[in-house]
């Protein structure tokens, strides 16, 4: 059952031609793992698709909304990107919490201020979060207290405290020591298990091997190949996936 559907997006800063038009169908439940080289568009088509960055061209549908990119920002077209953004959890490298903020208040942050959700509840579903993501004992520990990895673990309970039908991750390890980059790619292995559709763009590649149900593979706007993780690593179509590949293995 499809869930996303993007056609023909495309995105220009200035001259520069990043995104050439995408077209690309993601399923329900579905891990799509979205690698390539620096450059090559792909933490791009991320924001594009909840218009942190204003796709030049094409239709983004998530769900039910769908949003035609290039349209006039008017009082519509603003409550469209809202519902869509709504459906969307997004992990960014960085970890962007509220310094001021426990990480229990972190996460009982959006649902107050998007979903309008009482204190009570919310404090109810961080908590559960907290453990989903084993940062129960850390709940009143500010994330100045925290480590690298503990602090995305937090973000990535904050974008699920939205109930999104997607989730989204740019590079969530990037920031991160090495030796605390394990903790937070198994929180997300567990949701994967648990059937989040989730768009990953990621360097990991064992990790990429080993959750993802489809690796996109993209080079200078464009798409260049699809297939199954088993596909992409071991048996590239392409020569330019191929040379990519040899690179970073």
């Known amino acids: 059952m499809s869930l996303i559907q993007i056609t023909d997006l495309k995105k220009n800063f200035g001259l ?26 792909k933490s791009t088509l991320l924001r594009c698709l909840t218009f942190l960055e204003e796709p030049s061209d094409g239709i983004i549908q ?6 035609q990119a290039g349209g006039k920002i008017n009082g519509k077209r603003k409550k469209e990107i809202r519902e869509l953004r709504k459906k969307t959890g997004f992990v960014f490298q960085s970890f962007n919490l509220f310094p001021h903020k426990t990480a229990l208040e972190n996460i009982m942050e959006g649902p107050i201020v998007i979903h309008g959700t009482s204190k009570e509840e919310a ?30 673990r937090v ?22 020591d090495p030796e605390l980059v394990r903790e937070v790619l198994q929180v ?18 064992n990790f990429a091997k080993d959750v993802a149900d489809r690796v996109v593979f993209m080079d200078e706007g464009f798409i260049v190949e699809t297939g199954t993780s088993e596909e992409i690593f071991h048996s590239p179509k392409e020569e330019r996936t191929r040379r990519f590949l040899s690179q970073v293995e």
């Open 16 to 41: 520069n031609k990043v995104l050439q038009g995408i077209d690309l169908t993601i399923n329900k439940s579905e891990v799509v793992v979205i690698m390539g080289p620096s450059g090559s568009g």
């Open 155 to 176: 973000a990535i309970a904050r974008s699920l405290a939205l109930n999104p039908l997607v989730m989204l991750y740019d590079e969530p390890t990037s920031a991160l």
């Open 123 to 152: 404090k109810k579903l961080a908590k559960s979060l907290l453990v989903k993501v084993g940062l129960e004992d850390h709940m009143n520990h500010y994330p100045v207290q925290l480590s690298g990895g503990q602090q995305q």
């Open 188 to 205: 997300i292995k567990d949701l994967a298990q648990e059937g989040m559709t989730m768009i990953i763009v990621t360097h990991e590649m």
């Open 62 to 67: 998530i769900g039910e909304f769908k949003v």
